[in-house]
């Protein structure tokens, strides 16, 4: 089992490029998510996936759009980056277990730099 | 407004002590608290969780506590190792299918 992938590791952007990071989970969850972490400021959820085909802004949606591709894909894109959006982003996968939202699995990351 | 509030940045114990970690949260429909932990470059791993029907949880030398009543989770980590040096994360959870982190609390192990 691989977990939680994510691709790329590391990328830098110009302002108004676009670019999509993809994350992919073989644990068979229902629920994923992305979240970025910047310093001081913890793990703020971008969007969430509660099933496939479902999608739902999290805390800081703006600037960005997302795609549920199928039960294991989930996307986010990106469609012009600001230097604002300089972060490392983070995919996570979860089920539902007896009390309540399981744990989340998380990604390694993608560090991304826009200039 | 932030729901779940890690109100220490850092925290420094001397090995083999007892580390206590501290998370208030401000939103009563929070029902599962989590907590991770992070080492730099890497994604957060799940260390332990509760539900809001106990007011306890115990694995290993980790241990959650829970007062509804203060809407405080507190996490204990006995004896400390320096393995335990890593960001520390608080999530709570509400029956939708959100998690919402707090900022963490760094922790350094002092040999």
């Known amino acids: 089992n691989a977990g939680v992938t994510q691709t790329p590791k590391f990328q830098v952007l110009k302002t108004g490029q676009s670019m999509t990071l993809q994350c992919a989970q073989d644990?068979?969850?229902?629920?994923m998510y992305w979240y970025r972490q910047d310093p001081g400021m913890g793990l703020r959820l971008i969007y969430y996936s509660a099933s496939e085909g479902t999608t739902d802004k999290g805390e800081v949606p703006n600037g960005y759009n997302v795609s549920r591709l199928n039960k294991r894909e989930f996307s986010l894109r990106l469609e012009s980056a600001a230097p604002s959006q300089t972060s490392v982003y983070f995919c996570a996968s979860s089920e539902y277990r007896m009390g309540g939202l399981g744990e989340q699995y998380f990604g390694p990351g993608t560090r991304l730099t826009v200039t | 407004d932030q729901q779940v509030k890690q109100n220490s940045p850092s925290l420094s114990v001397q090995e083999g002590r007892i580390s206590i970690l501290n998370c208030d949260y401000t939103n009563s429909m929070f029902d599962y608290f989590l907590w991770y932990k992070k080492y730099p470059a890497e994604g957060p791993t799940f260390l332990i969780s509760?539900?809001?029907?106990?007011d306890k949880n115990e694995d290993g030398r980790f241990t959650v506590f829970l007062n509804k009543s203060a809407k405080h989770l507190s996490l204990h980590i006995v004896p400390s190792q320096p393995g335990d040096s890593a960001v520390y994360f608080c999530a709570a959870s509400g029956g939708d299918d959100k998690i919402i982190f707090g900022k963490g609390t760094r922790l350094h192990i002092l040999p």
């Open positions: 644990m068979n969850h229902n629920s």
């Open positions: 509760i539900s809001s029907i106990k």
